[in-house]
């Protein structure tokens, strides 16, 4: 996927400036955000001006309600009501001068219309679909079991899916690459950071194609299912962390 350059992240920047973003902080959130966005269009085929006109208009919302309801409590743990209020009346703000600037462009007639709460949950959504397409088996569970090498009973903290070397492996929400490397029991693995409370790890790949730093959309390829590491049989091993603890990927898996 192509990488936005210098020039480009900044007139991305100069747009939300001009909408009314003038607090540094959240600008970098909302940069960082569309700017994920406007290359995961450019991927599509659009050129930059098309990308960052769909970036602006259109985000996902078939699960809307569930990450709502995440975001809410994510405010409430870091903001006070009146930071909370602030904030959104920013996005209000972006959102509002965003219509009068692209009020010249049309929207396909297939692509639902930004509102002010899609974008709201778009920013903090945490991970929220299958790391694999179809409909893989799930091979190993989360929690205690018997390691199948070591045969010790200890906690699984992850679940495993069975596929073969090769299967695309995909980014179960859009973040950042926080690690790429290589470890003894994990093999080739990534992590990707969504937001100050959610990461996502993908393990056992034969192969990584991204870095630390590169920004991921939701459905990108980061790698593929290999067995690497601690492993007897390709597979992808895949957890989710949150706050520091680990959750039982399964409950985050949707259709």
């Not at 920047?13 to 009314?20: I, S």
């Not at 309801?69 to 209000?92: E, P, Q, R």
């Not at 470890?183 to 630390?212: C, F, P, R, W």
């Amino acid at each position: 996927m192509r990488q936005l350059n210098e020039l480009e992240i900044g007139q991305i920047e100069q747009t939300l400036r001009k909408n009314g973003v003038g607090d540094r902080t959240v600008r970098a959130e909302l940069l960082d955000h569309v700017c994920c966005q406007v290359e995961s269009k450019l991927a599509e085929g659009l050129n930059f001006q098309g990308a960052l006109t769909a970036s602006l208009q259109t985000f996902q919302v078939d699960e809307m309600k569930e990450i709502q309801a995440s975001s809410l409590a994510v405010f409430h743990k870091k903001y006070s009501v009146m930071k909370k209020l602030s904030f959104a009346a920013l996005i209000t703000m972006l959102l509002i001068c965003s219509a009068y600037w692209l009020k010249d462009e049309k929207p396909a007639a297939s692509q639902p219309v930004l509102k002010v709460q899609d974008a709201l949950v778009s920013l903090f959504e945490p991970p929220s679909r299958s790391p694999l397409e179809g409909d893989a088996e799930i091979t190993s569970g989360f929690g205690m079991r018997v390691h199948p090498i070591q045969k010790i009973k200890k906690q699984h903290n992850g679940i495993d899916f069975k596929a073969a070397t090769g299967t695309p492996v995909l980014a179960t929400s859009a973040g950042k690459v926080v690690k790429a490397a290589f470890d003894k029991n994990y093999g080739n693995y990534v992590v990707i950071k969504h937001d100050e409370h959610y990461q996502s790890l993908y393990a056992q790949l034969s192969t990584m194609v991204v870095k630390v730093g590169d920004s991921v959309a939701k459905g990108e390829k980061i790698g593929e299912v290999g067995s690497s590491g601690l492993s007897t049989a390709p597979h992808l091993h895949y957890e989710v962390i949150k706050d520091g603890e680990y959750e039982n990927p399964a409950t985050y898996l949707h259709p």
